[in-house]
């Protein structure tokens, strides 16, 4: 059973970095498509990233084209999402999940979810 645990989360003012982790356990991550979801208080969950399993596709919301990136290391079962130019807008609880098809960013297409890590960026 695949599971995955997001840290990297934090406390950062507006116009910092974060860089979070996406790190697998139970099974290997490079059969898997990789998503970076976010939640705000009193907001839908929506998608902010996507990774293909082999790593060459990558897709972003408009909302942090940008100024993110998405990357993964399959030898060390891990997705990172480097966030860079933050903005208050950008704080919500970040989720990474894991789908075995092609799933860009339509949550209903992803089987395994972490537990999230808390970003917030404010002065």
């Known amino acids: 059973q695949l599971q995955l645990v997001e840290s990297g989360g934090g406390l950062v003012q507006p116009g910092g970095s974060l860089r979070l982790s996406c790190a697998a356990s139970?099974?290997?991550?490079?059969?898997?498509?990789i998503g970076w979801f976010r939640q705000a208080p009193g907001k839908e969950r929506g998608g902010v990233s996507y990774?293909?399993?082999?790593?060459?596709?990558?897709t972003y919301a408009d909302s942090v084209k940008g100024r993110f990136t998405i990357s993964r290391d399959n030898a060390k079962n891990t997705v990172y999402l480097q966030m860079n130019s933050l903005k208050p807008d950008d704080t919500a609880i970040y989720y990474c999940?894991?789908?075995?098809?092609?799933?860009?960013?339509?949550?209903?297409?992803?089987?395994?979810w972490g537990q999230g890590t808390q970003v917030t960026v404010s002065s």
């Open positions: 999940a894991a789908s075995q098809r092609i799933a860009g960013l339509r949550i209903g297409a992803y089987d395994y």
């Open positions: 990774i293909s399993s082999s790593g060459v596709v990558t």
């Open positions: 139970g099974c290997t991550l490079d059969r898997y498509a």
